[in-house]
């Protein structure tokens, strides 16, 4: 086993045939930006626990010709979730090293966060050297808002941390929450998953008394369950020490590493690390 290899399981396994329970099938968009299919992974009541798409991504120097296979994911409302690469492959830097672990965490950071500077720049023209300069140049930005430039892409490798950043957070976002909708619509949901559901796919709000109720379902073993509460958590402005703690027992009693993962990236985003989840890294399971 190599640490260098620690990050290409993000996916568990890059066949779709290998999702074990699940039935995998491609939605259908149009006019959005990432050259692969999008696919949903699907339950076996038929509704969405998550998204996918595989997109081929060049790395390293400009220089050089090293593109990778690389899988991107999204919870069904369109937040991040991480990402996966092929056994034996791995992003490059601009000096052809390969990312170490950190590296890759530090990425998974990135991703996980909406309002990112990186955002505001446009390397879109520029190669992976002329991107490394811009990206430390303060006159580099284009958001007249921005004051301080926050450096959290992976030294090295600012032109791959820009180009998946903008595939994450881009038109894509859009169709799988339109997808979503669609899908419980035409497979009705009942009891408190129907009206969660509804509750987030028509961007109501709710108090804390609702949550109260929420977090004390038998519901907490779905990905589909707890990503929708997350959801309208995000959608009502709602955080306290209860539901962070509840969230965590979710965490801890659950073997879906999506399902760990999508709370691991909510908590993280609210500074909310305890031992548990401060250990825990997206895919970090090591390759044979």
């Known amino acids: 086993m190599k640490t ?6 993000i996916a568990l396994l890059m066949s779709v045939n290998a999702i074990s329970g699940t039935i995998v099938k491609e939605v259908s ?21 998550y998204y996918y798409t595989d997109v081929e991504q060049k790395t390293g120097s400009s220089k ?33 090293e390969i990312f170490t672990a950190k590296d890759y965490e530090k990425l998974h950071i ?9 955002k505001y720049y446009k390397f879109d023209q520029y190669s992976a050297e002329k991107s ?22 992976v030294k090295g490798a600012v032109k791959n941390c820009y180009t998946i950043y903008k595939l994450v957070h881009g038109d894509v976002v859009a169709a799988i929450v339109q997808n979503t909708k669609a899908s419980f619509k035409n497979n009705q949901t009942s009891g408190i998953l129907n009206e969660l559901i509804s509750k987030v ?39 306290n020490k209860e539901f962070y703690t509840w969230l965590e027992s979710c965490f801890n009693d659950t073997n879906n590493n999506e399902q760990k993962t999508i709370i691991y990236n909510y908590l993280v985003q609210n500074n909310y690390k ?15």
Request: charge should be neutral.
């Open 132 to 153: 490394e300069q811009q990206y430390y140049n303060i006159d580099a930005i284009s958001g007249a808002t921005v004051v301080d430039a926050s450096y959290d892409c």
């Open 4 to 9: 260098k290899y620690l990050y290409t399981i």
């Open 64 to 96: 050089l010709d090293i593109k990778v296979q690389l899988r991107i994911y999204w919870d069904i409302w369109g937040n991040y979730l991480k990402l996966g690469l092929k056994p034996n492959e791995n992003l490059v830097k601009i000096n052809n």
């Open 274 to 288: 305890t031992k548990a989840i401060r250990s825990f890294l997206p895919g970090n399971e090591l390759l044979q």
């Open 29 to 49: 968009v149009n006019n959005i930006s990432i050259d692969g299919k999008l696919f949903a992974v699907y339950n076996n009541n038929k509704l969405p626990e």
């Open 201 to 239: 796919a028509n961007n109501q709000k709710a108090n804390a008394s609702y949550f109260d109720i929420i977090t004390g379902s038998q519901n907490n073993n779905s990905v589909t369950y707890v990503s929708s509460v997350i959801e309208l958590a995000r959608k009502s402005h709602f955080s």
């Open 110 to 118: 990135l991703l996980n966060d909406p309002k990112a500077g990186i």
